[in-house]
């Protein structure tokens, strides 16, 4: 019984940590469709990658607010939120972005999207997910 325990808290100690080692800062391969996020402009430095059908409606510990460029993969659509849960400014991204300071915040035109994602979700061009969470008056694209 003892033994039994004990297999159980491992496994659960293993899937408990495992989204958090998936969670890092770094340098994986690139997704064929998807996205890598990179703390510094011009995909310089740590990143991390989405897959199509990611979605994060708030930004694990050490990655709010810590974006400054992206890089997109075959046909992958990125949208970024400023605030958790899909909320506030909203960007669609269709292609690169080296630099986030060249975008504005339409709320806030005197801050950029540097350092100011806060939700984000990759997928594909015009799926129900796409098409549901854009809004014409606040939806800006590049």
């Known amino acids: 019984m003892r033994s039994k325990l004990s297999l159980i808290t491992?496994?659960?100690l293993c899937f408990t940590t495992l989204p958090a080692i998936a969670q890092?800062?770094?340098?994986?391969?690139?997704?064929?469709?998807?996205a890598c996020f990179y703390r510094e402009a011009g995909f310089v430095g740590d990143y991390?990658?989405?897959?199509v059908g990611e979605r994060w409606p708030t930004m694990p510990p050490g990655f709010n607010d810590r974006i400054s460029s992206i890089r997109?993969?075959?046909?992958?659509?990125v949208r970024m939120?400023?605030?958790?849960?899909?909320?506030?400014?909203?960007m669609r991204?269709?292609?690169d972005v080296d630099n986030l300071k060249n975008f504005r915040l339409?709320?806030?035109p005197s801050r950029t999207w540097n350092d100011r994602?806060?939700?984000?979700a990759v997928v594909r061009a015009h799926d129900d997910w796409d098409r549901g969470h854009g809004d014409q008056d606040r939806d800006r694209r590049n």
């Open 106 to 108: 339409q709320r806030d």
């Open 10 to 12: 491992l496994a659960l």
């Open 93 to 95: 991204v269709e292609r």
């Open 24 to 34: 890092q800062w770094g340098r994986p391969h690139p997704p064929k469709m998807g």
């Open 72 to 77: 997109v993969f075959s046909g992958a659509v």
């Open 48 to 51: 991390f990658c989405l897959k």
């Open 81 to 90: 939120f400023a605030d958790a849960n899909f909320a506030g400014d909203r």
């Open 117 to 120: 994602i806060s939700a984000l």
